[in-house]
Structure formats: C-alpha cells, structure tokens
C-alpha cells in the first residue's frame, strides 16, 4: 500500500521495505558497500530495490538519532545521498501521504 501510495502522489520517494533489527543492523554493516561507501554509513531500512536508509555515524555525527540526517544508499554503485534532514521529517515525509490501499489501485 505504500509503494501505492506513492504512485498515486507522484512522489520522488522509494518504499520502505523493511526496518532492520539491531542484529540485523551490526550483521549488515558492510553489506552492498563500495568504495564509493562512507564508512561511517549504518543502514537502519531498506527499500524493496535493495537500498539502504541510514546514518552516518561516528566522530562529529553525534546528533540524536532523530535528528540525524537521512541518507540513502544505492545498493549497485554503494553511494549515499542525503534524503531527509532529520528522521523525523524522513518519518513526516511518509505520513503526510494520502493512503492508497492496494485493493484501490
């Protein structure tokens, strides 16, 4: 329903797939890396396409986790790109749509 949801809206956005446990985050860490990859880069959700939702985390990116950046990771070429200035406006971002069940599509 969300990637229905989208479509309808005709938002640049991906899906959210799946929000990764805390043993699945530590498990993941280099998962779909590139050179291209910060290092500080930990994925907390991927979308249906195999990226990644994340931090960056470490020395100087001490912000509260949710008001830390959100960056996106492409899963072919591993680079990140910045998609929402804090959690809470990557969260708003989705919730501010109009819901489509997939039924309705």
């Given amino acids: 329903s969300l990637s ?38 930990v994925a907390f959700a991927s979308d249906s396409c195999g990226d990644r939702y994340g931090f960056l985390c470490g020395p100087g990116n001490g912000a509260r986790p949710a008001e830390g950046v959100v960056f996106q990771m492409d899963h072919e070429t591993g680079q990140v790109m910045e998609v929402a200035e804090t959690f809470l406006d990557w969260l708003l971002d989705y919730n501010q749509l109009a819901f489509v069940h997939f039924d309705e599509a």
């Fill in 4 to 41: 229905n949801s989208l479509i309808e809206a005709d938002v640049d956005a991906s899906d959210i797939e799946a929000f990764f446990t805390p043993e699945e985050i530590t498990a993941g860490l280099n998962a779909h890396r590139t050179a291209a990859t910060p290092a500080a880069f």
